[in-house]
């Protein structure tokens, strides 16, 4: 099987601050392409992608077709992610996939080879690599020149979207682009005991989508990354090593004014990073930061998530309350109910001695 085409190119870009490492991989035919950007520090990188004259006029985004942001630090998710990245660059609604690789100690080496895709793919979709010099979860919400649509998909490494479901929940946001619209639900609620708020999961209501799999307006990133009223909670994103997918959800709130849209999945999704795979039965994580405490990996893909860690949902409450504290109000609203596909019939009939739905 013949393997892409790799052309390394390397220039020093004086007045180009960002350290982003992007390898380019076009189908069918495939070259990749690596640009290495000379930094010193990732605020630099957060002031280019700040700077308007960086960014596509909004006038000229396609609003057809979506872009993929992947996020990935764990070497042993490669080669899932390197299939994940493939499914997605085969809808039709997909533009382009971006994956953000979030760990600064991966070697080149080990990326170009994991994600070496075969010239035999019949998809026309470009994917993308790109590193960040640090770990920041705040990088998944930057604002990229890359970036050519007004919708952008932003999921983790270990949910297995099959592509009808994700054409239909880029149906539902064009319907109403101002929401978030995702499949992983969680809420906010006021502990009148404590007297503060926390993080949880509630039967009826809803008030954020995860970043497991989450679609947004691509002006939102803008506004998450560079808006100054939001400084002081995106360091709080990076202090805590987490809650970057709560932060969305407060920004989205705080703009529109509209809580999220909860979709239901045409095919089943699979979540290869939920805790109750195998033998663990914790509670599922939100957002991943797969690296441990000296900087080594997990082997296994279900254990390299942070909710193993106690106090996992307390912490997510954390959060909620310093974003509260940082705007001086709650935004989130409710949201009930979930869009499904199609309503089928919901009655009984007796059928060859069973009850089963009478469309059946």
């Known amino acids: 099987m013949m393997r892409a085409n790799i052309t390394l190119l390397f220039f020093h870009h004086l007045r180009q601050t960002s350290s982003s490492f992007l390898f380019t991989i076009s189908k069918p035919h495939f070259f990749l392409f690596c640009f290495f950007f000379i930094s010193s520090s990732s605020s630099a990188s957060l002031r280019h992608a700040c700077d308007p004259k960086t960014l596509t006029n909004a006038t000229f985004l396609r609003s057809d077709q979506l872009t993929v942001l992947i996020s990935g630090s764990s070497t042993s998710r490669l080669p899932l992610l390197r299939s994940l990245a493939s499914s997605y660059a085969s809808s039709p609604s ?3 996939v971006l994956i953000l690789w979030h760990n600064p100690h991966t070697p080149s080496q080990t990326l170009s080879k994991a994600l070496d895709l075969p010239s035999s793919s019949s998809a026309a979709t470009p994917i993308s690599l790109i590193r960040h010099p640090s770990s920041s979860l705040n990088a998944r919400f930057l604002p990229r020149r890359q970036i050519r649509t007004r919708a952008v998909a932003v999921c983790d490494d270990d949910i297995d979207l099959p592509p009808p479901s994700l054409e ?3 149906k539902i946001w064009r319907s109403d682009p101002a929401r978030l619209v995702g499949f992983f ?16 999961v509630h039967p009826d209501r809803f008030s954020m989508v995860l970043t497991k799999f989450m679609i947004l307006g691509t002006r939102y990133l803008h506004r998450y990354s560079c808006a100054p009223e939001y400084r002081e909670m995106r360091a ?3 202090r805590m090593r987490n809650c970057e997918d709560i932060l969305m959800n407060f920004v989205v709130a705080h703009e529109a004014g509209v809580g999220p849209t909860l979709v239901g999945a045409r095919r089943k999704v699979r979540d290869w990073g939920d805790l109750r795979n195998d033998d663990d039965d914790d509670d599922d994580d939100d957002d991943k930061n797969k ?7 997990s082997e296994n893909v279900g254990s390299v998530g942070i909710s193993k860690r106690m106090g996992h949902m307390e912490r997510r409450g954390e959060c909620i309350r310093e974003f509260h504290r940082g705007l001086g109000r709650m935004p989130l609203r409710y949201s009930y109910g979930k869009v499904i596909v199609e309503v089928g019939e919901q009655g009984l009939c007796e059928k060859e001695g069973k009850l089963v739905l009478c469309d059946e």
């Open 94 to 96: 997909v533009a382009s």
């Open 168 to 170: 239909f929940a880029f």
């Open 185 to 200: 639900a969680r809420s906010h609620d006021l502990d009148l005991d404590r007297r503060y708020w926390i993080y949880t």
């Open 236 to 238: 709080a994103v990076d």
């Open 291 to 297: 690296k441990n405490s000296s900087g080594g990996e």
